[in-house]
């Protein structure tokens, strides 16, 4: 498949493990230390070109309790090649998925039939291109659109974003 350099480069900045141990010791009162795993999902999951990655985290005391399992398929546009977006994807089945983010093995069961499409949880990626050597995305909803849910019988309603570039990710999330 042919993916633009800056799809590539956007998946390549995600794709990995990430924690926020520097904000949780610096304020443990309002965070506790997170790992985050971005995984690349090693089959073909959507019928359109993208590109799809695994996403988990957990407390790092209970590594082996993840929660908050999701798909992310990354895409472009097809009326422009810079137009990136991501769409988000809940597993029908968590138990069957959950432990990915540290044995990506898992993933490569996993099926379309087997994952919930979230309408309104669609990021817009803005490319901020330093230059090539230095892009910065940002990712947010667009303006006015609601990312909501229903997991284990309660509705959530979310508001998220990340900012990433080679060297850091910052993901906001904000559960209502």
Known sequence: MNFSPELISLAKYLAGEFDNST?????????????????????TLFPEPSIALFAE??????????????VMQLRQLSDSPISLQ???????????ILGSGRNPDILKQLKPSQLEFLPGCTLEVINHNHSQSNEYFQATLAPGKVCGFTYQGQYYQVELGFEVNAQEFLSYLNVG
């Open 23 to 43: 904000q949780a010791i610096a304020d443990p009162a309002w965070y506790v230390q997170l790992r985050l795993w971005h995984r690349p999902i090693p089959i």
């Open 57 to 70: 985290q957990a407390n790092i005391l209970k590594l082996d309790q993840p929660y908050r399992p999701r």
């Open 86 to 96: 991501i769409q988000y994807y809940l597993p029908k089945d968590v138990p069957s």
